[in-house]
């Protein structure tokens, strides 16, 4: 019975995929769905990218570690993403551009849009491995293999994305998102009628612990809030919507469905952990602790909703690294390219996924990249309105991503010793925000110099 709903449902996406294909489309349906948005569609979608595996499974496990503090991931990313609303959504929206390497483009210089194109490739193939590790986990379930899943899992995504492209991944993402909260609503109110009223206050409802102290929220704030100010899945978002209008109250309402969202995924995660044996697999709560003690019913639906999480996240990562590359990089319009180069990503993340890392791990090994080479640098060019030295900004952005790529690639490959060290992307965040600091300083002694010689002549 399981087997066959989640069949009809994997059906149902590649059908509405395969509508969108039949559609005359060019690179603007494909990328930023002929920007027709409408506020709830926007918000929703941006809701619906975000809480994804790292989101649901990824969480709950890092709250079965740090304990309520784990919020700060998603509470991080609201602060963030209301930050975007408030003072970049108009200007990001204003630039009619494809993609965030576009914008880098208009704003910085050619250079940095390549090398920003460089670096969303490889970090957001990442992320998707992240996405897949988390598909595969549901498709275990059932009683699949490890590969076997994670192959299904990739040929779902990887073909649902590569035929419908940005149109079809925002049409589906408001029916995905309401999957994921009604199935988290009801396991919410089954858990609720099995547990004693005296387990939820013992709970420690802080903020911080002595696992999760202040320097963590520090590192949540910047390494994840930061990415969700700057980042090229959100500015797909925003290029999408209808007007600039649109993506302002999409993105507020994105980010309030975030918040709250994140209060419930915790909640569920302690409810969870109170039945479950001290012994299981923290990544395995939601998908085989939580599964099997939910009647059958709600355990299917629960999930449906953990895949549809997931599917509206992964072909969302998906077409971001494919259109950075394809339309940043090698510079085609063709839509055939778009559509090879979807599969060819996704077979990387593949064989990433199969190094069986922990979610949050791809996830933070990708902000590591990301952050000092690319969000630093452009969060400063927008502020500053591309009034700042592009050859700073330029350093900045080698600096920030080359010390970024030696944490990350150290997490990734267990590399141990001195590579696995987060001091590494924070000390390339420190040099990129220097580098941006001097090129503000520069431009603006310059042109002080210059106001200067034209008064004396």
């Known amino acids: ?32 769905a002929n920007r027709r948005s409408g506020v709830f569609q926007t ?14 499974i990824g969480l709950v496990a890092d709250v079965a570690k740090n304990g309520f503090p784990a919020i700060w991931y998603l509470l991080s990313g609201a602060i963030g993403l209301v930050i975007l609303a408030l003072f ?17 483009e208009k704003y910085i210089s050619k250079q940095a849009a390549i090398i920003a194109a460089i670096i969303i490739s490889l970090a957001w193939t990442a992320i998707l491995a992240a996405q897949f590790s988390a598909a595969a ?17 990739v040929f779902l995504i990887a073909i649902y994305t590569a035929l419908g492209g940005q149109m079809s991944v925002i049409k589906s993402d408001v029916y995905q998102y309401l999957i994921l909260l009604i199935s988290f609503i009801l396991s919410m109110i089954f858990l609720f009628s099995k547990t004693d009223f005296n ?56 980010a309030v469905f975030i918040a709250l969202s994140a209060f419930l995924i915790v909640l569920i995660a302690f409810l969870t952990l109170n039945f479950s ?37 992964a072909d969302t990562v998906l ?17 055939l390219f778009y559509r090879i180069s979807t599969i060819f ?24 990249l990301f952050v000092g080479g690319v969000a630093i640098p452009l969060f400063f060019t927008l502020i500053c309105q591309g009034k700042i030295n592009k050859t700073c900004v330029l350093l900045a952005m080698i600096a920030g991503s080359s010390l970024g790529l030696i944490s990350a690639l150290g997490a990734i490959l267990d590399a141990g010793g001195i590579f696995d060290k987060k001091i590494y992307s924070t000390f390339g965040i420190v040099l990129a925000v220097f580098f941006c600091l001097i090129g503000k300083l520069i431009l603006h002694l310059s042109r002080k110099e210059s106001h200067f010689l034209a008064e004396k002549v």
């Open 277 to 313: 044996s001290p012994e299981t697999n923290p990544k395995s709560l939601l998908t085989h602790s939580l599964f099997y003690e939910l009647p059958p019913i709600l355990g299917i639906i629960l999930l449906l909703g953990l895949l549809s999480a997931i599917v509206s996240s």
């Open 1 to 32: 019975m399981a087997l066959f709903i989640l069949s009809i449902y994997s059906l149902i996406l590649i059908y509405i995929a395969y509508l969108d294909f039949r559609k005359k489309q060019d690179l603007k349906h494909f990328l930023v």
């Open 199 to 254: 387990y939820l206050t013992s709970i420690d409802w802080h903020l911080t612990n002595s696992n999760f102290g202040i320097n963590n929220i520090f590192y949540y704030l910047i390494f994840v809030g930061i990415s969700y100010i700057i980042d090229p899945m959100l500015f797909s978002r925003i290029l999408s919507a209808r007007d600039e209008k649109t993506a302002i109250k999409g993105a507020i309402l994105g």
């Open 88 to 104: 970049f959504a108009k200007i990001v929206r204003r630039t009619e551009a494809l993609t965030l390497p576009q914008i880098m």
């Open 319 to 335: 077409i971001t690294s494919t259109s950075v590359f394809a339309h940043d990089i090698i510079k085609t319009n063709k839509l």
């Open 345 to 368: 990503f996704a077979a990387i993340a593949l064989f990433l996924a199969t190094k069986g890392k922990a979610i949050l791990d791809y996830f933070f090994a990708a902000n590591d």
């Open 137 to 153: 986990a549901i498709l275990e379930v059932f009683g699949i293999s490890n590969i076997s899943a994670l192959i299904s899992a």
């Open 43 to 56: 918000g929703f979608s941006i809701t619906a990218t975000c809480i994804g595996g790292t989101a649901t």
